[in-house]
């Protein structure tokens, strides 16, 4: 899921990958089939092997930390060669062949804020999975590898927002969605934190909550209009229409003879 993301968001990532593995939609079609086979076989194989099971207490999540901790190296691979792929094209201020830098800015934001959803939500559920295995200090490395590659993800997304509100300004949408990845840095600290003091899972969840209606209750007390108004004043070209499509709060912003705005 990691991997499409990613290629449906850098065209340069995607070139790369093109590059490498050639048809690469028919060869994960054809990994899938032959995963899909051996997982078959081996079912088979371990139920014609196993007699009568033997219960055997063990810890919630003890069998699962070495197969997570396999799993999320192999994520945090895919992750360095994406920021590898970042920091030669976008981090560098250029775009590949054939598009602009803007062009190039516009591609893949979404995508990449999706997978930083989803890294969050796969740290909570791969935590609580974990977090009684006898084993699990592995793999909670292997999370915090996960969540300071994230913190590469968002500062993909943020220059390629920043470069975005350069070339077209800045509106509502696009000022609420730096807001929310300045949640997600304050999401991917408290994870880091949790992880590295070895709180609960149940801590970490309820910690999240809390972050988020306080993060809800900032962005609600916080002029945001106003905000928007600024950055686009002091562009060379301002979007007059827009700025009359917002409500009186930008008057702050607005200077004497920026009135009739309003």
């Known amino acids: ?10 065209p340069a990532f995607q070139g790369f990958m093109t590059n490498w593995l050639g048809d690469w939609q028919a060869l994960a079609w054809r990994a899938l089939r032959w995963v899909l086979w051996a997982w078959l076989a081996a079912s088979v194989w371990l139920q014609a092997r196993l007699d009568v099971p033997q219960k055997v207490y063990s810890p919630a999540g003890a069998g699962d930390a070495a197969s997570w901790t396999v799993a999320l190296h192999a994520t945090n691979l895919l992750f360095l060669s994406f920021l590898c792929c970042q920091a030669r094209y976008l981090f560098a201020g250029r775009a590949p062949l054939g598009i602009s ?20 939500a796969l740290v909570v559920w791969v935590h609580g999975s974990i977090f009684q295995a006898e084993n699990s200090g592995p793999g909670r490395l292997a999370l915090q ?3 300071l590659l994230t913190f590469g993800l968002v500062a993909s997304s943020t220059q390629r927002m920043s470069l975005y509100v350069q070339h077209f300004g800045l509106t509502l949408t696009r000022a609420y969605v730096l807001a929310t990845l300045v949640g997600i840095v304050l999401t991917l600290v408290l994870c880091c934190w949790a992880l590295a003091t070895d709180r609960s899972p149940q801590w970490l969840r ?8 306080f993060s809800l209750t900032g962005v609600g007390l916080t002029n945001v209009e106003c905000w928007v ?3 686009n004043l002091a ?4 979007d007059l229409a827009y700025l009359e499509s917002l409500s009186c709060d930008i008057a702050p912003a607005l200077g004497p003879s920026q009135k009739e705005l309003l």
């Open 235 to 238: 562009r060379s070209e301002v």
């Open 229 to 231: 108004a600024r950055v």
């Open 1 to 10: 899921l990691f991997g499409l993301l990613f290629v449906q968001a850098d």
């Open 101 to 120: 830098l803007a062009e190039y800015a516009r591609h893949g934001f979404f995508e990449l804020f999706v997978a930083t959803l989803l890294v969050v």
């Open 145 to 147: 590898g996960l969540l």
């Open 206 to 213: 309820a910690r999240l909550l809390l972050l988020g209606m």
